[in-house]
């Protein structure tokens, strides 16, 4: 079967709705056709520099909101990036086959870096997508399930598994798989309820996100105040009106009612009306995952043998991979 592989940073207490519906059901989903790999990249995180505790816990709730979702560590491998430990070292292959003006023009870097300043900036940032590209190749994914903002990232995976395979492999052959993005376009990309213009992120207004651990309360409040427009026509207009297209995205997407059958059913209703109901289609979604997130914190000898397994798993493939590219380049084995 094909292979698929993703990940998530752990860099909040709780993953989002953007999250949710850009990546994490899609990995679900796609266990019934490829062997998946998920992890949750922790060398990833250290880019923001997080506090140590926070860092630990936030990895385990995050490892917890996947199998919450559904990832099955009976049939798929689930593990922390920094468990194996090929990562960081495919790591700096890949580094020395990208260029610096190429890794300089990924655009996450650009807009991260500007906002830091030079001095602020971490060689660690720079080389964020490095890492990415030596998550995908070291298992030879085939795809890749990820939202709109990772493109670019997948499109230098793509660059460096074609340099590796030109550079190291026969003619005809691969040394490694060159991966595809999986991005789904009526998800790709869910925008801030407070900025409807603005992908939801971690990193924006906590008005303008869903969070998957947030009390019921506390999500309903914040889609009821979600950004609309001074309109009262419910319609899907991304351009014209964000924050209503963004509301009938988010309800489709976990409803499974076509847009264009919510348009007609809300056709003449108030904002509030169609507010109310995203409200019960996101809790419906939301509160079953909360449920099992809790159940499974409270059982953290589990899960940590959850990860154990997984990265034993993860590493037996990993080390195959590596020790192919360590030849490949010309390094001599260790005896
Ligand atoms: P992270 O943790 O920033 O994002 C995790 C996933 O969520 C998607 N996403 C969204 N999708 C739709 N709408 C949004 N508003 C939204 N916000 C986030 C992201 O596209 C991502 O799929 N660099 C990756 C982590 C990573 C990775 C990998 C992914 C590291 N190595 C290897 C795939 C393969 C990231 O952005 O994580």
């Known amino acids: 079967r094909p292979r698929v592989f993703s990940g998530m940073q752990p860099t909040a207490d709780s993953l989002h709705l953007g999250n949710y519906l850009g990546a994490l059901r899609q990995w679900v989903q796609l266990q019934d056709t490829h062997d998946a790999i998920y992890s949750v990249v922790d060398l990833h995180a250290l880019t923001v520099s997080p506090d140590p505790a926070a860092l630990r816990a936030r990895t385990r709730v995050t490892a917890a909101q996947y199998l919450a979702a559904g990832v099955d560590p009976e049939r798929s491998i689930l593990f922390v990036q920094s468990h194996v430990p090929e990562h960081a070292e495919l790591t700096w292959v890949l580094g020395c086959l990208t260029g610096f003006g190429e890794a300089s023009r990924m655009t996450q870097f650009k807009d991260k870096s500007a906002k830091q300043g030079t001095d602020g900036t971490t060689v660690g940032l720079f080389t964020y997508p490095v890492l990415m590209a030596a998550d995908i190749l070291l298992y030879d994914a085939d795809l890749v399930p990820v939202g709109e903002d990772q493109r670019q990232h997948l499109e230098l995976s793509r660059n460096l598994a074609q340099r590796l395979n030109s550079r190291y492999a026969p003619e005809g052959t691969e040394l490694v798989t060159v991966p595809e993005p999986y991005i789904v376009k009526a998800t790709a990309k869910i925008y801030d309820l407070a900025e409807p213009t603005a992908k939801m992120s971690k990193s924006g207004n906590p008005s303008g996100l869903i969070e998957l651990l947030d ?13 609309t427009d001074a309109d009262t026509v419910i319609a899907f207009d991304p351009v014209a009106k964000p924050g209503v ?20 059913e809300f056709d003449g209703k108030m904002y509030g009306h169609l507010k109310v109901a995203v409200v019960d289609v996101v809790e419906a979604a939301l509160g079953p995952i909360r449920e099992r997130v809790g159940e ?22 990993a080390r195959e991979t590596l020790a192919r590219v360590y030849d490949a380049v010309g390094l001599v084995p260790a005896r």
């Open 296 to 317: 499974l914190l409270a059982r953290p000898d589990e899960l940590d043998e959850i990860l154990a397994v997984g990265a034993q798993k993860a590493r037996a493939i």
């Open 215 to 227: 009390p019921p309360k506390v999500v309903a409040k914040r889609i009821k105040s979600a950004v």
């Open 245 to 264: 297209s963004n509301l009938l995205s988010i309800h489709s997407a976990l409803s499974g009612v076509p847009i264009d059958e919510l348009v007609a």
